[in-house]
């Protein structure tokens, strides 16, 4: 099925619009694809506000192309937040019905000292142009940026969501359409800009483990004059993985939470021969476990409080039972957990 075309007259406007690739002009009206009468158009006749009084056929078409058409099928300069292109007519199939617009021309008798203008029909493949619109969407689209944190030094920094951008087809479309019809401007029409909100918009708590202070922090995002930072809302002691099995460092995140775990023996040599320990008050785990997203590392209580503040792990970060208790509502799945030396 052939697609869809916009037809309408000079006088009319036509809501569309799209990108193209420069393409060679044509200098030449294609031959006539019907007959014209013999003799004259009629003093009086302009075609597209083409004068053709006093023309033969042929010569009435090839003004009204040199004069209407030709300019029409010039690229339409555009830009998209200062970024510019150009849209070829011919690309989105621009047509112009002269041939039958010549036609009326010979059937019209103006009263002396009177003019008749005749309209031009003129049409576009709109599938074509909402195409190559959205072909240039896509290419010139910035995504918006998520909010995301990182660490300088040991403190938290947030960068901030920003909104991204793209080409608002329909309304381009709406606003390039009558300029398919008119004559090529010198300022390039702007398209119309589309805001894209970021997927992520705040960081929520951060978690910093300080290994060479034995000290874990949270900080959470608060908004003050100049912009949103990170505050530290509280400190917890820790212990921390003995030098034969460190507590590794880098950027990580909360990928479980367990109240009340059963502690289950790694598959490591010190482990071996080891049993399951239910939950309860010489469960290794304490009361409340944190999984992060370093292999078989998380946060948790113990009932050896006498460890926190030395290497004494097999590479957990241990607190002490209450601490890990009151830090469990303070970090959810997703978490950035930040492990520094």
């Known amino acids: ?87 070829d007519p011919d690309a989105i199939g621009y047509r112009a019905e002269v041939d039958q617009a010549i036609l009326v021309a010979f059937q019209q008798v103006p009263a002396p000292g009177t003019t008749v203008d005749v309209p031009v029909a003129q049409s576009i493949t709109t599938a074509r142009l909402r195409e190559v619109l959205t072909w240039r969407a896509t290419e ?31 309304r381009s479309m709406a606003l390039l359409g009558p300029a398919f019809l008119a004559a090529r401007p010198t300022t390039p029409y702007a398209l119309v800009v589309k805001r894209v909100r970021p997927s992520v918009t705040s960081v929520g708590a951060v978690v910093v483990v300080d290994k060479s202070a034995f000290r874990l922090r949270v900080y959470r995002g608060t908004t003050r004059p100049g912009g949103a930072v ?39 040599p010190w482990a071996a021969g080891l049993e399951p320990v239910p939950p309860g008050s010489g469960n290794p785990l304490g009361t409340r476990w944190i999984g992060t997203s370093a292999p078989g590392i998380g946060m948790h209580g113990t009932p050896n409080s006498w460890s926190i503040g030395s290497m004494a792990s097999h590479g957990c970060i241990r607190m002490y039972i209450g601490d890990a208790e009151n830090l469990y509502p303070r970090v959810e799945i997703g978490t950035r957990v930040f492990i520094r030396e």
């Not at 990108?19 to 019907?34: G, K, M, N, W």
């Not at 158009?41 to 083409?50: A, C, D, M, W």
């Not at 010139?140 to 909104?163: E, N, T, W």
């Open 140 to 170: 010139y689209a910035r995504d918006g940026r998520d909010a995301a944190v990182a660490l300088r030094g040991l403190q938290p920094i947030i960068r901030r969501a920003s909104l991204g951008a793209q080409i608002d087809v329909p």
């Open 1 to 87: 099925m052939p697609a869809p075309r916009t037809t309408l007259c000079l006088s009319l406007a036509v809501l569309v619009t799209m990108p193209a690739v420069a393409l060679s002009q044509a200098t030449a009206p294609a031959p006539p694809t019907v007959p014209f009468p013999d003799g004259a158009i009629p003093q009086g006749v302009l075609v597209g506000g083409v004068d053709v009084s006093n023309l033969a056929g042929l010569d009435a078409r090839q003004r009204v192309f040199d004069q209407f058409v030709t300019p029409r099928r010039a690229p339409l300069p555009v830009t998209f937040r200062g970024r510019p292109f150009t849209i």
């Open 230 to 268: 990170m505050k530290r809302i509280v400190t917890y002691p820790i212990a921390i993985g003995q030098p034969a099995y460190p507590t590794p460092t880098g950027n990580y995140s909360v990928i479980m939470k367990q109240v009340d775990p059963t502690w289950f023996p790694p598959d490591s």
